[in-house]
């Protein structure tokens, strides 16, 4: 029993096996190509190459971007959208004369065609990577400092591709650091980290003063920020000290005088005079409601 049932799959299975050959066959459907990745510098030209053995009468191609959203590049033997101006169609692949970032993405090419065995299908997949130079980074440095303090100098750049590595520089000369700590480059005065664009000083100095500015560079190009002036200043002790003892003797004198002007009893005879200034400004007031009294009577 478990004999035949084994033999009984078997036959299924070599059934389904030649069904779906001969399906393949009958409509001559084959398997996507392998992957290419082909790589442009923006502003210059690239080809997507679109690979078949040859050209027949009644052949159809298609270019779609993959996405969210598919696209047409190329339809009904005419390049679609702004494709129209800046590329051109050279066999089955396109010449794209202006690369741009927004064209970085997917794209696959489908070429139909009869056959013998019925219509064959051939498709083709390409992903386009559009390298962009750095644009001006930004940079922030403070105006001052106070020496001995934690500063930290940021420099940033958004639209380089790939990401671009930051240097740093002092009034004109580039700030080294160690290379044994990679992307942490020290020395006994700052920290500056080429992947995220920071400098930071854990104890800043008088030494330190002076004009920086930041780079961004990767393989494309490189651009840097116009330089900040950074000016550090010791902390002046002997003038905080001042500062404190004129604000202590300020307080002193008014308390003193306060003080003097209680025991010479100032308050008391202001308060008295303010008491009998308002008790003649109800007798007047009495005297006035009397005499228009009388006066209407």
């Not at 650091?177 to 990679?182: H, S």
Request: net charge positive.
């Amino acid at each position: 029993m478990a004999r035949g049932s084994r033999h009984r799959l078997l036959l299924l299975l070599l059934r389904y096996l030649v069904v779906a050959l001969g399906y393949h066959k009958a409509y001559g459907f084959s398997a996507p190509k392998d992957h290419k990745v082909v790589t442009a510098i923006e502003y210059q030209e690239v080809i997507l190459a679109c690979k078949y053995p040859k050209k027949t009468i009644a052949f159809r191609l298609e270019w779609k971007k993959l996405g969210p959203s598919v696209s047409f590049v190329y339809y009904q033997q005419a390049l679609q959208g702004d494709f129209k101006d800046r590329a051109e169609l050279i066999d089955f692949s396109i010449r794209i004369k202006n690369v741009t970032r927004n064209d970085a993405g997917k794209y696959r090419c489908e070429i139909s065609a009869p056959s013998e065995q019925g219509q064959n299908l051939e498709e083709d997949t390409v992903t386009l990577e559009v390298l962009v130079a750095p644009a001006v980074p930004s940079c922030e440095v403070p105006n001052s400092a106070l020496s001995g303090t934690v500063v930290e100098l940021r420099c940033q750049e958004k639209e380089g591709n790939p990401a671009p590595e930051y240097t740093w520089f002092k009034d004109g000369v580039r700030l080294f650091g160690n290379l044994k700590f990679g992307s942490q480059n020290t020395n006994s005065s700052y920290t500056m980290n080429t992947k995220s664009g920071t400098l930071k000083f854990n104890t800043v100095s008088k030494l330190d003063s002076g004009e920086y500015s930041c780079e961004a560079r990767n393989s494309v190009g490189h651009r840097r920020c116009p330089g900040k002036r950074m000016q550090v200043d010791d902390l002046n002790i002997s003038g905080i000290i001042a500062a404190v003892v004129i604000v202590a003797l300020v307080i002193s004198i008014c308390g003193f005088g306060v003080c003097y002007a209680q025991k010479k009893g100032y308050f008391s005879k202001e308060a008295s005079f303010q008491k009998s200034s308002s008790a003649s400004k109800d007798t007047t007031s009495e005297n006035d409601f009397k005499h228009t009294k009388s006066f209407i009577i």
